[in-house]
């Protein structure tokens, strides 16, 4: 007996059947029950989702003896014709192979005839961006006007490449890729139903490696089988897809961790001679840096390993995040690398390099000697104020108004303060009187104030604490310009500065 693939022995025949798809399913079972049908439909996606699939079965959906259903029979002559890929009103293209016009005229041609059994002529065209620009225009002239008996189903990869005179004619469905939980749990149905004994998590690590592919999954899946013979191992499909365990990748963060170069350089080794896939392995790093980061912000988070809480609370957050951006450059950078072994230690060792040498223990915390209290001799005078200010009862608005003034005068009854033209719009009798009330507090006399308008004035606490602040920038930035880590991190990560987000407090 030959050997039928996985892929094509398990390709659905219901919706039902479909896994990772439940909206679109929605959509289309909810227009045939109502029988709101569209001319044109355009399923995109990445390869193995179920484009193809999905489209044969919404042929039989539409030709089904029983009427349009969502549940085609599959026993009538049309459904089992059409499962057969031998009805005569599907006509089933792929533009892959037919790119020219002649091609597609040839194709079209015959649209206007009537469906020889069936309801509808239903036209899939796989592949439909690789037409070329004239079978697209002959396309597009059948879409315009299309007659009622016929129905376009499109599928592609590249949903980009079509032009938007075809696009906009067309209901598009994006199918997902499928999550890796759901894959795996079909495999698992799969194996059962084909009597191969498996390690479930053997079946998890294939369909990570599938990417969201289900023919991808089914694809390995064929391959492992081959592979391990009788049972369906973890060492085995790891020894088969170049993986890396996740116990030994746990082990790399470990040593960088304990700061441990040598551990960190022979676990490298180790790896080498499994021949991992250090791109796979740089992958896994990132998804565990993730899931660290997620165990960080909300420790109760499910499915969590206790592994990884526990190198959750090891290693500090910003440490984290530092960790995954080094991953993630690197894994760009890992194909220029001259060997994949190579720069994947590179990256790693960047990481120890990052790690912070300098911990402070507790006990070692120098503790700030208290502020002695000096006494406050209330003195005021021209050249004081600017300190004194901030001495004074002043909140909100009065404090605005009097940061904007110099002292100009005192004497035992007297306060004047000058207040530049431009500020007097803030000039009113309530302000002036707080200022004076906490005058009189600080002063511990009675004293009246007065606020002369003047064109010009001296320094002000606000003019002051510009020129201070603008002082304070300018130091900032000249030491995080000069600083060593900011230059070799901008170096690593071909970085520039950005100057305004230099923020001094
Ligand atoms: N959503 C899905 N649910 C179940 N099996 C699927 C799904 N998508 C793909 N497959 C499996 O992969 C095979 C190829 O799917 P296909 O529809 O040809 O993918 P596409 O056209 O998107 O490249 C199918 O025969 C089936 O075994
Ligand atoms: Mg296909
Ligand atoms: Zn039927």
Redesign the pocket.
Known sequence: MTYQV???????RTFQ?????EPILRMLTHALRNERLHHAYL?S???????????RIFAKCLNCETGITDTPCGQCAHCTAIDAGRFLDLLEVDAASRTKVEDTRELLDNVHYQPTLGRYKIYLI?EVHMLSGHSFNALLKTLEEPPSYVKFLL?T?EPKRLPITILSRCLQFN?KR?PIDEIAK?LQHICSAENIPFDAPALTLLSQAADG???DA?SLLDQAIAYTGEKILLADTEAMLGSVSFETLLRLLQAIHANDGKQLLMEIENLEMHAVNFYQALDEILSILHQISLAQVIPDAPHLKDSIITLAKQFKPEDIQLYYQIALIGRRDLPYAPTPKQGFEMILLRMLSFRPVIIIKEEEKIIPPKAIEKPVTPSLNPRTWIDTLDKLALTGLAYALASNCTLLEISDTKVKLALAIQHEPMLNKKLTERIEQALVQYLNKPIKLEILVTSTVGETPVKKQKEEDKARQAKATEAIQNDDDVQKIMGIFDATLDLNSIKTI
């Not at 996985?6 to 659905?12: D, G, T």
């Not at 059947?17 to 798809?21: A, D, E, N, T």
């Not at 996606?45 to 489209?55: D, E, M, N, S, Y």
């Open positions: 996985l892929a094509r022995k398990w390709r659905p059947q479909m896994i990772g798809q399923f996606g990445t390869r193995g989702v179920g484009k193809t699939t999905l489209a796989d599928a990869t199918l499928v079909h592919s289900v023919r089914l």
